[in-house]
């Protein structure tokens, strides 16, 4: 609970300006009233990670601390409970924000969800996770996995191979994920029925997507027409997730991004839900967290004095 060498507790008492002792299995924190109690919120909780049986490092921490300070310690609770699925090890995939259980939540509920948020909040790894989930239960016959291969751009045309080798290197996040879930050997198999596919949007376009679980990746590189396309694929007894990150568009200056637009007039919809995810469900290395804020707050700067910022 306290870490290597009382790392965890060291970073505690740096966070919340404290000085921290400890003395067997008594921990003393000093310091302001307000952050002592903050700090015991917060020893409070990793003492239910540890016993939950799950790893504790800095990125699950700073969260915990950001979560009492919001007052919303009691949400740690909430998170723990519920497993997402099971990799092919027997690991049990599990939310780790706050952001991530109700995005869970959403696609489970609604038959159409956007997932709109930075790089490493998850939204594409849950998503393949419940994707693998759903067709375990039998819930789907198939997995569709797609996303446009703007990226590539003119270069595309360099690469060896057919089109399926040419974009095999922009859906590289979605095979990972899908080999962690199956197993090689079964994904292997499950390919090669045609079970699980895995292919550009392009190739989307005139089919009916039914019985099936959809993910379209890094939809922020779709334009309208293309996301109207793909949404109006939807078939029987099938979900679809669009995962996309609107800060992120490699799309050419002038274009829309379909998923910024699909977004805004979707938005309230019956039976299709827009999930958020912020920073603070940053799940990498805690410096993303740092690297996104840093960006949003230039961002930031650049609208509000366009003209005068370069």
């Given amino acids: 609970m306290l870490g290597v ?18 003395d067997g299995t008594k921990i003393t924190l ?11 919120e917060v020893l409070g909780n990793l003492l239910k990670i540890a016993e939950s049986g799950e790893h504790i ?13 919001e007052g919303h310690s009691a949400d740690i609770e909430g998170i723990m409970k519920g497993v997402v699925a099971v990799t092919s090890r027997g690991k ?35 998503a393949v996770c419940l994707a693998a989930a759903a067709y375990k239960g039998k819930q789907v016959e198939k997995i569709i996995l797609t996303r446009p291969a703007v990226e590539a751009g ?12 040419k ?50 990746d890094e939809a922020q590189n779709a334009t309208r027409e293309q996301m109207k396309m793909f949404l109006t694929r939807l078939g029987d007894a099938s979900k679809m997730v669009i995962t996309g990150d609107m800060t992120q568009t490699d799309l050419p200056e002038g274009k829309t ?33 740092s690297i996104v804020r840093a960006y949003e707050k230039d961002t930031l700067k650049k609208t509000k004095g366009k003209g005068n910022h370069e």
């Fill in 5 to 22: 060498f009382d790392e965890n507790l060291d970073l505690i008492a740096r966070e919340l300006e404290l000085v921290t002792r400890v």
């Fill in 30 to 40: 000093d310091g302001e009233d307000v952050n002592s109690s903050l700090g015991a």
């Fill in 57 to 69: 490092d800095k990125s699950s921490l700073l969260y915990c601390i950001a979560l009492a300070r």
């Fill in 92 to 126: 049990p995939v599990k939310c780790k924000t706050v952001g991530q259980k109700e995005y869970v939540a959403a696609v489970k509920k609604n038959t159409v969800t956007f997932g709109v948020g930075p790089a490493g909040t998850g939204k594409t790894y849950l």
């Fill in 154 to 165: 003119e270069k595309l045309g360099f690469l060896p191979g057919d089109l399926q080798t």
């Fill in 167 to 216: 974009v095999d290197p922009y859906l590289r996040p979605l095979y990972d994920a899908l080999q962690e879930m199956f197993g090689l050997e079964t994904y292997a198999k499950l390919m090669e029925k045609g079970v699980i596919e895995v292919a550009p949007l392009a190739y989307m376009r005139g089919r009916t997507l039914s019985n099936a679980f959809v993910i379209l």
């Fill in 257 to 289: 991004s379909g998923l910024k637009h699909a977004v805004g007039i979707l938005r309230g919809v019956d039976d299709i839900a827009v999930c958020t995810l912020t920073e603070k469900d940053v799940v990498r290395h805690p410096l993303v967290q």
